[in-house]
């Protein structure tokens, strides 16, 4: 069999300057070394960026990591601040209200998941909750924060894990500046039409400025105007209203009042959920809703009963539909961020998913023609990601038992997708926490949101029996007590920022909304 060389990509452009446009644009950079194929990025000044999306999880710490990038640099020009979980108050009745941290629990016990020990300490008659166990719970809640490389090595910290809320419009500027360093050539200009080949791959876009620009692969990060995917491409939208009801949120920001806790807050309304981001000079608020259960007016009231603060910009109403694109390649044309798909901002899981769509794009990288197998694939592994991403929010919704409002009502009797009734039943009735390979959250992330909306297996696992019960409860006391201790030693969260992290002065950046 006779093999032909690759035809090389030879110039790859990006539409959009958004967090998605300057990701994908480091992320390629770096990887392509600017010397396999060109990379050229257009955003516009007339049509603003989202200007929201400012919590993310800890994979954006790997990211960092992989680009090179000084995390304490980063942090401080982005007004950064850790995060260590999203608080969730009000989802499983009013008034109640669970962690869900990033890290373990707690160490194994005599080769005994954590979990599972105090599942059997808690049939046993304990009723400790397990986030007195949990080191990043603990650190969380007394607002303090040490990263685990700054810990010893055999302290509880280890097993904490962490991620960064930021200023949006910061990040975008931070890493423009870092993928024009690695070579990324900008045009800040207008997309006014887009030229396609006789086989409807894209040739070449309009800028208003008059100039063409050619490419070979094409990089939609319009945001939700999918300038090339949907517009140009018509690749149709898969909305998942009937599990994911929000499809609208006000969003606004406050002068900071006190220091920044190390975690966002969730906290649930009568149609939907708030959210609270603590930054070092301000905090993001947002109110995501059902517009079947709550007006534009309503939203906006309630949001501004509830912050505290002084506003700093005028609130402003994003409608969204929560979904997914049915390909998010096609022909020579990949979507990434907003244009690709969109799931509400619950768990912070947009910016990951900006990443994931650049990461399989290099694990499936094309030549010119992008064969139809390479795409599928690529298409294949985003749909995975999206609908686990998808059962895991809606997991929150479908289990609540708050019946004080319509909306909430509706959550409680609302059809779920069977990929997510069945992990619920694996369980409920056998204590697992499927584990998938290439998880984004790990079996104590859905052990956590079960727990806390009020879901608990009705057995553990038969292994647990092996041990000394009375050995392994003793065991589960020195390791929360272990896990204490170790918190002590913590800084404050504010003091560590100001020691490691402190802001640096934000540079005037082009704030206007999508
Ligand atoms: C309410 C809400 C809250 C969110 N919270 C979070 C969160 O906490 N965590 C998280 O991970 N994600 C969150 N997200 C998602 C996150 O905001 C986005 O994933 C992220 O900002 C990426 O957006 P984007 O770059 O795709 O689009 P945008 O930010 O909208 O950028 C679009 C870009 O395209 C350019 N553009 C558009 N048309 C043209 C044209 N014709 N010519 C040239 N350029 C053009 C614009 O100039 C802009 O630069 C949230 C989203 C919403 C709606």
């Not at 010397?35 to 800890?58: R, Y």
């Not at 080191?135 to 607002?143: D, F, L, R, V, W």
């Not at 619950?346 to 650049?358: D, G, K, P, V, Y």
């Amino acid at each position: 069999m006779t093999q032909s060389a690759p035809q090389h990509l030879t110039k790859i452009v990006i539409v959009g300057g958004g967090t998605a446009g300057w990701i994908s644009a480091s992320m390629l950079a770096f990887k392509l070394r600017n010397q396999l194929c060109q990379v050229e990025l257009i955003e516009s000044a007339d049509i603003g960026t989202i200007g929201v999306g400012e919590a993310t999880i800890p994979p954006f710490i790997t990211l960092l990591r992989n680009l090179g990038i000084n995390e304490q640099d980063f942090i401080s020009k982005t007004q950064g601040s850790f995060k260590l979980g999203i608080e969730f108050a009000n989802w499983r009745e009013k008034g109640q209200q669970f962690f869900h941290p990033f890290g373990d629990f707690g160490p194994k016990l005599d080769g005994h998941d954590f979990y599972q020990c105090w599942l059997k300490s808690q049939a046993m008659g304990d009723n400790t909750p397990i986030m007195d166990y949990c080191p990043t719970a603990i650190m969380a809640y007394q607002h303090k924060f040490m990263p685990p490389f700054m810990a010893a090595a055999d302290s509880p910290i280890q097993l904490s894990n962490y991620a960064l809320h930021f200023d949006a419009s910061l990040v975008a500027k931070y890493l423009r500046d870092y993928a024009q360093g690695l070579g990324v050539v900008r045009h800040e200009d207008t997309v006014v039409e887009v030229h396609n080949h006789n086989n409807g791959f894209i040739k070449a876009l309009q800028l208003q400025s008059g100039k063409l620009i050619e490419g070979d692969l094409f990089i939609d990060c319009s945001g939700f105007r999918g300038l090339l995917i949907d517009k140009n491409l018509n690749v149709k939208y898969q909305d998942w209203k009937q599990w994911l009801p929000c499809d609208r949120a006000v969003a606004m920001q406050t002068k900071k009042v006190a220091a920044p806790v190390p975690y966002t807050q969730s906290t649930a309304e009568d149609a939907g959920w708030r959210w609270t981001i603590p930054l070092q000079h301000r905090t993001g608020n947002g109110y995501v809703y059902s517009s079947e259960f709550c007006s534009d007016e309503q939203a906006l009231t309630t949001l501004q009963q509830k912050v505290i603060g002084m506003p700093v910009n005028d609130p402003r109403v994003i409608p969204f539909s929560s979904g997914r694109r049915e390909h998010f390649w096609h022909k020579n044309c990949v979507s990434v961020g907003l244009s690709s798909g969109f799931l509400e901002p619950l768990e912070s899981t947009a910016i990951h998913l900006i990443t994931r769509s650049i990461h399989f794009l290099l694990v499936n990288f094309p030549d010119r023609q992008c064969k139809q197998s390479l795409v599928d694939e690529y298409n294949r592994a985003m749909a995975w990601d999206y609908e686990y991403i998808r059962d895991f929010i809606i997991l929150h919704y479908c289990s609540t038992q708050r019946n004080d409002s319509e909306f909430w009502r509706w959550c409680q009797n609302m059809s779920i997708p069977d990929s997510l009734q069945q992990r619920i039943s694996l369980f409920k009735e056998n204590a697992i926490a499927r584990h998938d390979l290439d998880q984004l959250f790990k079996p104590e992330s859905w052990q956590c949101i079960y727990e806390g909306m009020g879901i608990r297996p009705q057995t553990y696992n038969h292994f647990v029996d092996l041990s000394d019960y009375s050995q392994l409860f003793s065991n589960m006391q020195s390791a929360k007590q272990r896990a204490q201790q170790s918190v002590s030693s913590a800084l404050n969260h504010e003091a560590f920022l100001k020691q490691f992290c402190p802001a640096a002065t934000p540079t005037p950046v082009n704030k206007k909304g999508a």
